[in-house]
């Protein structure tokens, strides 16, 4: 039997369900969002962990994942109400800089590129969306529009490295984008899931992506270069993806 940890530390304050945490790029902040309509943001004292800030005024509905930008001075959230709030410091205390819309639904997720001048975000609308962004100006503008899914989109997912990006569904498929000239395209569908895809993500490397779906499947796909000792066919630039 493996052993049981004890729990570091115990956050509380969000009333109704905590649906996401994201680590600053430093570890020495967590953001949390939930049902409660509220982003807070701990930090850690000595031993101890504290509520640092509470956002209360970017979304009017249930606030379903945060994430931090690479550089760190930047956090999105997603939420039901169809927007995504960016939140910076920059006046010494955190404040919604910008306001995503374009969803026609709830949106699920948002993730940031490596480099963070992109972001992607999808919806219970069935599309994916990427956005450019211009720190100077605190603007992001649509790059993207993607109506690859079928079904509402669960997650999406940057590479650790590469501007490529991963997303998931209730069509049971996972699929991968690349910018392709002034547009983004897929390049890899993943069809092994037998029901809804909930999540991705990426290893360190970037050479395997894990997916975990209502079918009770976890599955680790592996990704196979032009060239590779396996003789594992590949279409021109792109890797093969097998499960």
Known sequence: MPELQEPVSVLTGHSGKVWNCSWHPSGDMLATCGEDKTVRIWGKQGDSWSLKTLLTEGHTRTIRQVCWSPCGNYLASASFDGTVAVWDNKSGEFECGASLEGHENEVKSVSWSPGGEFLATCSRDKSVWVWDVDYDDDEYSCAS?????????????????????????????IKMYKEDGDDWTVVTTLTSHTNTV???????????????SEDTSVKIWQSYKPGNNQNIQTSGTDPTWKC
């Open 145 to 173: 529009v993607l109506h690859s899914h079928t079904q509402d989109v669960k997650s999406v997912v940057w590479h650790p490295e590469l501007p490529i990006f991963a997303s998931c569904s209730y069509d049971n498929s």
């Open 198 to 212: 909930w999540d991705v993500a990426w290893d360190t490397s970037g050479d395997r992506l894990a997916s975990c």
